[in-house]
């Protein structure tokens, strides 16, 4: 689950699993209109009944759209390019200059929570809120956040209250550097995040992606039977 625009991530899993190793829900669909470049449909329905395998196990959800999804309102549908043609058919471009059917299909500004119910990006959402609420997750690694998107932070109470000891499965990966900022984090995080008791420091991690280290892992929680 990723909340950046930009593609590092796809870039990251192409380079070391490759693309049949994973999903991103689009699928060839031959050529954008009036164009020779090829477009790729957003569709998960598809996705589920073609790559219900072992192979394409992990999924990558774009909660807040990406740079290489547009909506294409002549088909009414979303649709995703290649990052490499984004670039070389200077797309963002064409869509200013030649008005192409497109617009990028990304949340930007205030109102995040209720554009993320929107299509396609509901989807997302309710995938991780799905998988937030299933407790079938043991390990949470939240990197980079910063702790203001409201819809987000219930996402991560959501997975918080629904497994056995969250304490053993979240790490909370930021970059401060000095004893006074990351103090200052902890403190924020855990107005965001309230729970009793708060979030211990041993869930905190500092120095980046690099420092990240695993989480031992939690449970689900088992709900207690209601009596008849």
Same mark, same amino acid.
């Given at each position: 689950?990723?909340?950046?625009?930009?593609?590092?991530?796809?870039?990251?899993?192409?380079?070391?699993? &490759?693309?049949?190793?994973?999903?991103?829900?689009?699928?060839?669909?031959?050529?954008?209109?009036?164009?020779?470049?090829? #477009?790729?449909?957003?569709?998960?329905?598809?996705?589920?009944?073609?790559?219900?395998?072992?192979?394409?196990?992990?999924?990558?959800?774009?909660?807040? &759209?990406?740079?290489?999804?547009?909506?294409?309102? &002549?088909?009414?549908?979303?649709?995703?390019?290649?990052?490499?043609?984004?670039?070389?058919?200077?797309?963002?471009?064409?869509?200013?200059?030649?008005?192409?059917?497109?617009?990028?299909?990304?949340?930007?500004?205030? &109102?995040?929570?209720?554009?993320?119910?929107?299509?396609?990006?509901?989807?997302?959402?309710?995938?991780?809120?799905?998988?937030?609420?299933?407790?079938?997750?043991?390990?949470?690694?939240?990197?980079?956040?910063?702790?203001?998107?409201?819809?987000?932070?219930?996402?991560?109470?959501?997975?918080?209250?629904?497994?056995?000891?969250?304490?053993?499965?979240?790490?909370?990966?930021?970059?401060?550097?000095?004893?006074?900022?990351?103090?200052?984090?902890?403190?924020?995080?855990?107005?965001?995040?309230?729970?009793?008791?708060?979030?211990?420091?041993?869930?905190?991690?500092?120095?980046?992606?690099?420092?990240?280290?695993?989480?031992?892992?939690? #449970?689900?929680?088992?709900?207690?039977?209601?009596?008849?």
């Amino acid at each position: 689950l990723t909340l950046n625009y930009d593609l590092v991530v796809e870039t990251i899993l192409l380079q070391y699993i &490759g693309t049949e190793a994973f999903t991103d829900f689009c699928f060839p669909a031959g050529k954008l209109n009036g164009t020779s470049i090829p #477009k790729f449909d957003f569709n998960p329905k598809r996705n589920k009944e073609i790559f219900d395998c072992p192979e394409r196990k992990l999924e990558l959800h774009h909660l807040h &759209g990406s740079l290489s999804m547009f909506y294409d309102y &002549g088909r009414n549908r979303a649709v995703k390019l290649k990052s490499a043609d984004i670039g070389i058919e200077e797309i963002y471009k064409k869509i200013y200059n030649e008005s192409l059917p497109l617009v990028p299909a990304i949340i930007t500004g205030g &109102g995040k929570s209720d554009k993320i119910v929107q299509y396609p990006f509901d989807f997302y959402y309710r995938a991780a809120k799905d998988l937030c609420d299933s407790g079938e997750a043991s390990e949470l690694y939240i990197v980079g956040y910063s702790f203001r998107d409201e819809h987000i932070n219930n996402l991560i109470k959501r997975w918080m209250n629904n497994v056995e000891c969250y304490c053993d499965g979240l790490r909370i990966i930021d970059y401060k550097k000095s004893d006074e900022e990351k103090d200052e984090f902890k403190k924020f995080v855990r107005e965001m995040l309230v729970k009793r008791p708060c979030i211990p420091d041993d869930c905190f991690q500092f120095g980046g992606a690099n420092e990240i280290s695993q989480a031992p892992g939690t #449970k689900k929680k088992e709900k207690a039977r209601k009596e008849n």
